[in-house]
């Protein structure tokens, strides 16, 4: 064996490995890898979540299902091709993690995961085989210099990993007199105005079968009045909806 072969193996690769080790390890202290449901460490280095958190998740099963849940929220209130919401909201559960991660955490990885998910669950359905577009459930201003970005943007790029056909179109804007559903109760929340909305180019989804992504439907109200306002002022062919969860 030539000697800087010998040297290599002997020193300088162990030095190496030992050196990695101690910067892996520095690093996590500060910026640890872990869970975020139940706080494990015993993940994968591009999961969000240990395997038994993800074996957990509570699937709804929806998006393969005609005349499912989310589809007879809307029933009478405005026409919908197709919708569904991957995994079912809960207190204290997984899917809260996440969606809380997402939305005051930056944790912008919770939310390609739920995209990931509606994208598989999307493919596996066979239902949502004539999107041509989507477009995420906008922010207020406020609300997004707060947060610096929008969840259900986040989540359409999850999606997009998945279908990578879907165009992804943020042309929705969301206006000061629109309220923010988040303290409102449930008989509160169907009380919202298809008002307070515009679009940066109408002309976009004309004609097109368009997906309205959101991160959580509890009664449905804000996508109603998002979908009525694009169904009066865009004019698409179809709309179709889907959401990470839903809240039971």
Not at 103 to 124: F, P, S, W
Request: contains cysteine; proline residues 4%.
């Amino acid at each position: 064996m030539p000697k800087y072969i010998f040297i290599r193996h002997t020193f300088i690769r162990p030095f190496l490995n030992r050196l990695q080790a101690y910067s892996t390890g520095f690093l996590h202290l500060f910026y640890p890898h872990i869970c975020m449901h139940c706080g494990s460490e015993e993940l994968a280095a591009a999961s969000v979540l240990c395997e038994p958190c993800e074996i957990n998740l509570p699937y709804t099963h929806f998006l393969s299902i005609e005349k499912n849940t989310i589809e007879k929220i809307f029933w009478g209130r405005v026409n919908l091709h197709e919708a569904g919401a991957s995994l079912f909201f809960t207190k204290d559960s997984i899917v809260q993690s996440l969606v809380f991660a997402l939305k005051y955490k930056h944790q912008k990885k919770a939310g390609r995961l739920l995209g990931n998910i509606i994208g598989q669950n999307m493919l596996n359905s066979q239902r949502f085989t004539n999107i041509d577009c989507m477009i995420p459930i906008p922010l207020s201003k406020k609300k997004y210099r707060a947060r610096g970005y929008n969840q259900a943007l986040v989540i359409c790029e999850g999606i997009q990993e998945k279908l990578p056909h879907i165009q992804i179109l943020p042309l929705l804007l969301k206006h000061k007199n629109v309220v923010s559903q988040t303290s409102k109760n449930r008989i509160q929340r169907t009380q919202v105005s298809p008002q307070g909305y515009s679009m940066i180019n109408a002309a976009q989804i004309a004609e097109k079968n368009v997906l309205v992504v959101d991160d959580v439907i509890t009664t449905g109200a804000t996508i109603e009045s998002v979908c009525k306002y694009l169904l009066s002022e865009a004019r698409p062919h179809s709309l179709s909806v889907v959401a990470a969860a839903y809240t039971i």
